[in-house]
């Protein structure tokens, strides 16, 4: 499997957006890029962007699968654009890459801010996906203040996407389990990841490595000017909290607001912050065990847990067949325990996975299927976005190097032991980064003196950020403040809880704080 992705469940799949937008650029160079050129410490020139040149590409959206409220879809103009920025930013006029851009713009819009930049997390979320379908949940207020201004950091979606490996592919790797306990299972996931690394670095040579955070915080600089934006107004979820924390680290003074929710701890290592995710998943469906008892339709299980490792053998004895027409995938373990774990990102999900779980046991797996494709963005034709491709590339470019071979069993055997539906089978993606190129750009500690106070929020239940998360990320910014949330599933803002909303509509428009100390009760 992927490493386990910290991104916000999409609000909706607008496939006619991502399959027709027009300009997302070539492949990129595999030119040699200047000795050093990747250090995060480095301070590159900042070349001052030209204006964006915004179209309308409302014709391009698939809007109809949105909910809007009554009388809002006809005020909303959507512009699409596209710039080009520095691949390498210690070379600014050497290659060019293009990054794709939407704006969302409400002809209502009376007292206007700016922008509203806008991130899903991932890495590899589609920002320009994330802005539209904003539109139909974000509150009347903040699209009456500001633009909302999402795009597709590099390497992803339409912005120069990184393409690694095949659809056909990546069904093989999304149904592959090896139990790295095992000589032989070690040995497999070595194998596969190597193939994979090696596909990567193959096509794109030396460029691979300009493809992580550092430069994507750059990217958002140079958004920011082309669209005209004295400072940058920020909303980043999951993944986003780091890319946010790290444009406030490099540019503290560009910054009017940010909101990072569900944020990404930035105090922990690699493996650490995997086998907290491990953890956040292993108590979430603790939680909708027990969901599932008091509720008809997903009682009938008794225990749901119990259940789950009784289709895991079954899948291990003989892979399960769906009835969704034209479907020649049999679910394996891994698609199995990817259905389960991408329920439970939110508990809207929760029902979808009880009778997911109960049409697995009578012998068909469409309802499973139907949750892991969505986890892997794979449409009902077969096809993927290349969310997984992207997530590896930034990740990797993002960590160091490693980890070695006998850390990697240690953490297996105590991953199998630690988290019991889980861990056995996540231990593969140990060895993703481990052959990776080799010119990586740690993230600098996101220290950040903006002139106003980072908003952090922090779910007390997120499985995939865990809380502990928040409070470091605050931390360790500086000029930071934490709101809090007795919720359950992933991130806060828009999940329903109007104790969240409130506060965060006013800090984006108003830029005023809530009380410190602040929970917001379920």
């Not at 937008?21 to 890029?33: K, Y």
């Not at 500001?146 to 339409?158: K, S």
């Not at 953890?279 to 009938?300: I, L, P, T, V, Y």
Request: glycine fraction near 8%; charge should be negative; charged fraction near 15%.
């Amino acid at each position: 499997m992927p490493k386990i992705r910290a991104v916000l469940p999409l609000l909706a799949l607008l496939t006619a957006c991502t399959s027709t937008i027009s300009g997302h650029g070539a492949a990129a160079s595999t030119s040699a890029p200047p000795s050093g050129s990747h250090s995060s410490s480095s301070t590159p020139a900042t070349p001052t962007h030209p204006a964006a040149n915004f179209t309308d590409c409302t014709s391009l959206l698939n809007l109809g699968s949105l909910n809007f409220p009554s009388g809002r879809k006809d005020k909303l103009a959507f512009g699409c654009a596209t710039i080009a920025v520095p691949l390498d930013y210690s070379d600014p006029t050497g290659k060019k890459i293009t990054i794709q851009l939407i704006k969302v713009h409400d002809t209502d819009d009376a007292n206007p801010i700016g922008s509203l930049v806008v991130n899903p997390g991932g890495p590899g979320g589609s920002g320009v996906d994330l802005a539209v379908g904003l539109t139909a949940q974000i509150p009347e207020t903040i699209l009456q203040h500001f633009d909302l201004l999402g795009f597709d950091p590099r390497g992803v979606g339409l912005s120069t996407p990184i393409s690694c490996i095949s659809d056909s592919d990546k069904d093989v790797l999304n149904a592959a389990a090896p139990d790295v306990t095992t000589a032989a299972g070690f040995d497999q996931a070595k194998q596969v990841a190597r193939e994979v690394a090696q596909s990567c670095n193959t096509k794109y040579g030396t460029s691979l490595a300009d493809f992580n955070t550092v430069n994507t915080a750059r990217d958002i600089d140079q958004i920011r000017q082309a669209v005209g934006d004295a400072k940058l107004n920020y909303l980043g979820f999951s993944y986003g909290t780091e890319l946010g924390s790290i444009y406030a680290h490099l540019f503290p003074n560009n910054v009017r607001v940010a909101v990072l929710d569900g944020a990404v701890d930035p105090l922990t290592s690699d493996i650490q912050a995997f086998a907290d995710q491990l953890k956040g998943f292993e108590g979430a469906f603790d939680q909708f065990a027990a969901w599932c008892r008091q509720h008809s339709g997903c009682s009938s299980l008794g225990d749901p847990r119990q259940k789950v490792y009784e289709l895991v053998a079954r899948a291990k004895a003989s892979p399960i067949p769906s009835s969704r027409s034209g479907e020649t995938r049999k679910a394996t373990v891994a698609n199995v325990l990817t259905g389960v774990l991408s329920a439970l990102y939110s508990q809207s999900q929760w029902s979808s996975l009880g009778q997911a779980l109960i049409s697995g046991l009578n012998g068909d797996s469409m309802g499973l299927f139907s949750l892991a494709d969505q986890y892997n963005e794979r449409s009902p034709s077969g096809s993927y976005t290349n969310i997984a491709d992207a997530n590896d590339a930034i990740n990797c470019n993002d960590s160091k190097p490693g980890p070695t071979d006998a850390t990697i069993r240690q953490t297996a055997v105590q991953w199998a032991r630690e988290f019991p539906m889980f861990g056995e089978w996540s231990a593969s993606s140990l060895f993703g980064c481990q052959q990776w190129q080799g010119d990586r750009t740690p993230l600098p500690k996101p220290t950040a003196p903006t002139p106003t106070k980072v908003l952090v929020i922090g779910n007390l239940h997120d499985p995939a950020t865990p809380y502990q998360g928040a409070i470091d990320l605050a931390r360790t910014m500086g000029n930071a403040e934490l709101l809090t949330w007795d919720g359950e599933g992933h991130t806060s803002y828009l999940q329903g809880s109007s104790c969240i909303d409130n506060y965060v509509d006013n800090y984006l428009v108003n830029a005023v704080l809530p009380p410190a100390n602040t929970t917001c009760p379920r």
